[in-house]
């Protein structure tokens, strides 16, 4: 089968791999129809998340076709076409009969804070991803779920991540009624996630980026201010004159990992590689919100330290929530919003390219060219 093949920091290719195998009775196999190169790929790809090793797969984000099932499968059956959440979870242990299914205990044996995630590096279980023709699915009585009859395959796929980690980053935010909210980051979670904010009563949303062409993009979709930080000066005092001094009631961090804005974090983050990626993000938002307020992270960081003021988090009583998004928790609600014109997961769909010409998507995602928003390969 034809799959990406990861060869080291910025070089991937297309390549002709063995079809995945059962290897359990709980795993099924998909043929996938559709899959996405998502904003954290883009740390994988650029070398900033440890034991990310040569010859993997990448690819969280896909919806296919059951091909084949293992003999303890009931839930999905051949012929099914089901979407992927990114969460490997086993649906049993301790944290996910609470819903965080992307905190599973059983899934990740290389970690005990994260659960499994298809396709990123072995810190996250070493599963290879859906960036292939075919995908091995463990734990299929939990995780793949039938896409509803007259779903458009391109807004199901986005269901697999980008709406789920956008809405649950503006739930962790406790937005309440009249809430003014900020978002540092406008890749396509940043966007969905001012869009969601709208759903939880913001009064106000403002999203903060440096790519003119993103941050008109979010304008027209998430109907939101938003600001080009190299533009504003300091972001931080920016934010606290538009708010009569007070700082924004919650603030999201849609970033992560490769923020720019700020020379020792990038330096030390995504040069030296020092910390676990630049917490450029993190810093503006903590110290943006108000004493009181919420910050809800999801943009993602390595398994190691971050320099992040947690001083003023103290002085400021501040919340701060962050978790990788559990998608199977909130797929029911997200489907209706989907099905009833509330959510438009595949208007932020720029690029549809070919599995074969996966090397260029990920060149052009990265170096942000062609105003690329969100790219979907098609296997």
Same mark, same amino acid.
């Given at each position: ?172 935010? &406790? =937005? ?7 978002? %540092? @980051? +406008? !890749?396509? #979670? &940043? =966007? ?7 759903? %939880? @009563? +913001? !009064?106000? #949303?403002? =999203? ?9 993009? +979010? ?161």
């Amino acid at each position: 089968m034809l799959a990406m093949d990861y060869r080291g920091p910025k070089r991937v290719r297309a390549v002709q791999k063995p079809m995945p195998e059962i290897k359990h009775p709980q795993d099924s196999i998909v043929k996938v129809l559709r899959t996405c190169i998502c904003g954290s790929d883009l740390h994988l790809y650029n070398g900033n998340v440890p034991d990310t090793r040569v010859g993997t797969t990448f690819g969280h984000e896909f919806v296919g076709e059951v091909v084949e099932v293992g003999s303890e499968v009931t839930k999905v059956k051949v012929g099914d076409r089901v979407l992927v959440p990114f969460n490997i979870a086993c649906g049993e242990c301790h944290f996910c009969r609470q819903g965080m299914f992307g905190n599973c205990h059983e899934s990740n044996t290389e970690a005990t804070a994260v659960g499994a995630i298809f396709g990123y590096s072995h810190t996250a279980g070493g599963y290879d991803g859906g960036q292939a023709e075919y995908a091995r699915v463990p734990y299929s009585n939990v995780g793949p779920t039938i896409i509803p009859e007259g779903m458009d395959l391109d807004d199901a796929v986005l269901l697999t991540d980008v709406v789920p980690t956008g809405y649950q980053a503006a739930e962790m935010a &406790g =937005i309440q009624t009249g809430d003014t909210v900020v978002v %540092f @980051g +406008a !890749g396509p #979670v &940043g =966007i969905m996630a001012a869009r969601c904010a709208w759903l %939880f @009563g +913001a !009064g106000r #949303v403002i =999203i903060i980026d440096k790519e003119e062409y993103r941050l008109e993009f +979010a304008r027209n979709y998430s109907y939101c201010e938003a600001y080009n930080f190299e533009e504003i000066g300091d972001p931080v005092v920016f934010i606290k004159k538009i708010t009569d001094w007070i700082g924004a009631d919650c603030v999201i961090d849609a970033v992560g990992a490769e923020a720019a804005g700020n020379a020792m974090q990038t330096i030390t983050g995504r040069k030296l590689l020092l910390q676990a990626g630049s917490a450029t993000a993190v810093h503006w938002a903590i110290n943006s919100v108000k004493k009181g307020g919420v910050v809800s992270i999801v943009g993602v960081y390595g398994p190691t330290d971050n320099l992040i003021p947690i001083g003023n988090v103290l002085n400021k009583g501040l919340t701060i929530r962050a978790n990788q998004a559990s998608v199977k928790r909130l797929l029911p609600r997200l489907i209706q919003h989907v099905q009833n014109g509330t959510l438009n997961p595949k208007g932020l769909i720029t690029h549809r390219i070919p599995l074969a010409e996966v090397a260029d998507g990920y060149r052009m995602f990265s170096a942000k060219l062609d105003n690329c928003i969100k790219p979907v390969l098609i296997p």
